[in-house]
């Protein structure tokens, strides 16, 4: 399903380029992006219910032009994100700009990161982005490394199954056309089994695995129990044991 790339190769521009197109309406709630402004207070609800935000250093992984960043920001976070599509980065600047929401943006990968701050951030966050890299557990491993002990990881993703097929991508992108025509592709989707692999050998535990599912009909999300489509993990960061 992947391929394995270097820390400094792990992205695949043809699809920075596919999302850096979008970066001027990325912010339009009725742009191409509609569907993840709906899932957006969702992934923030799942997160903010297991790790304390006020006061918090956290990470955002591929954080597009800044809509988790800044809503993870407006929880009293301290947040720094990244993205490797210079278009995106320059609107989320721009538009943390506007809202007066301060994030550190950066043009930087989570691998680069983690040779610079280890060990610095009480959450990381990466959603809708593991689907998209040649190396997902390449991500994962650095996320791991930039977790202070008893931090957490929060993912979310796309499992691979006929469902996630039916809906992610045929209904999505050619029935509604809520997303741009080759969004996703199948054979990237990530199992929740896969995932959890992943976790471990970056020695991460796994606490939870819960559906996430968008409704068009009220352009909204909400966290459900399948996860046979859209779905959000957390994952815990040991905390260190004195012999």
Known sequence: M???????????QAELDKFGALAQRWWDPDGPQKALHALNPARLG????RTPLAGARVLDVGCGAGLLSEALAGEGAQVTALDLAPELVKVAKLHGLETGVRVD?????VESLATELPGQFDAVTCMEMLEH??????????CAGLLKPGGRLFV?????????FALA????????????????????????SELGAWLREADLQLEDVSGLMYEPWRNAARVI???????????????????
Do not use: M
Not at 133 to 142: E, F, G, K, L, N
């Open 2 to 12: 992947t391929t394995q790339a270097s820390n400094d190769t792990n992205f695949s």
């Open 46 to 49: 799942y997160v903010a219910a």
């Open 105 to 109: 943006y950066r043009l930087q990968s």
């Open 133 to 142: 890299v040649p190396d997902p557990a390449s991500i994962i491993r650095a």
């Open 156 to 164: 979310s993703t796309l499992n691979r199954t006929p469902a996630a």
């Open 169 to 192: 991508i045929v209904g999505a992108e050619y029935v509604a056309r809520l997303l741009p025509k080759g969004t996703h592709q199948y054979r990237d989707f990530i199992k929740p």
């Open 225 to 243: 129990g399948r996860t046979d489509v859209n779905y959000l993990a957390c994952a815990v960061k040991p905390t260190e044991t004195v012999a």
